[in-house]
């Protein structure tokens, strides 16, 4: 998509993304455009251009944004570090650093869920050594090292007992990770 095309936007947020170490990613600029019943959430993030459209159920543009602004925070796979204040006409710094803290409540809170999760696909992957660990934006995803041994993770879902690694294209169930095991490690 095209910068252009979000002129029409209102801007609502500037924040930065902390990398664990320590290095500053750059600024992530946050527009909207709301009709009645819909609003459209584009964000630009040096020449990538990406948008989301929700609902507007709330009774302001304002309160709407919070709540998205949370349930995004909430997505820790959409970050690559600690979100940051930067600059907002609708939000204060404080008001800001609140959103993120509930976020990460709720985020702990579905990580805790995951925890207790039972699962055939999820007891493999222990066995194998491939420590599941929880996503933290839904009680049934995990991510996990890749089957194949390599330096990244894959994903999986307890939902679906699925799993799948987008770097490898491979995927599968129970039977899928056993064969690929076998495959990669070899015994
Ligand atoms: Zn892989």
Same mark, same amino acid.
């Given at each position: ?12 947020l500037t924040f930065e ?10 600024p992530t600029e ?16 040096? %020449? ?35 979100p940051e204040y930067v600059e907002s006409?609708?939000?204060?710094e404080?008001?800001f ?7 990460? %409540? ?24 491939? %420590? ?56």
């Open positions: 998509m095209d910068k252009k095309r979000i002129t029409d936007g209102i801007h609502f993304q902390i990398h664990f170490m320590g290095v500053e990613c750059g946050m527009y909207y455009v709301a009709s009645v019943f819909h609003m459209r959430i584009f964000k630009v993030y040096k %020449d990538n251009v990406s948008s989301m459209d929700i609902e507007f159920t709330r009774d302001t543009v304002r309160e709407q944004l919070r709540e998205f602004l949370m349930e995004f925070y909430s997505m820790p796979y959409l970050f690559l570090g600690r006409d609708m939000f204060s404080d008001e650093n609140h959103i993120l803290q509930e976020a990460n %409540d709720r985020t702990e809170a579905v990580r805790k869920k995951s925890l207790r999760q039972k699962s055939p696909l999820l007891e493999l992957c222990r066995e194998y050594g491939l %420590d599941p660990e929880p996503a933290g934006h839904k009680e049934t995803s995990f991510y996990a090292k890749c089957v194949t041994g390599r330096p990244h993770q894959m994903y999986l879902s307890t939902e679906s007992e699925a799993w799948g690694c987008g770097f490898c294209k491979i995927k599968g169930g129970v039977e899928e990770l056993k064969a690929a095991y076998q495959q990669y490690r070899g015994r």
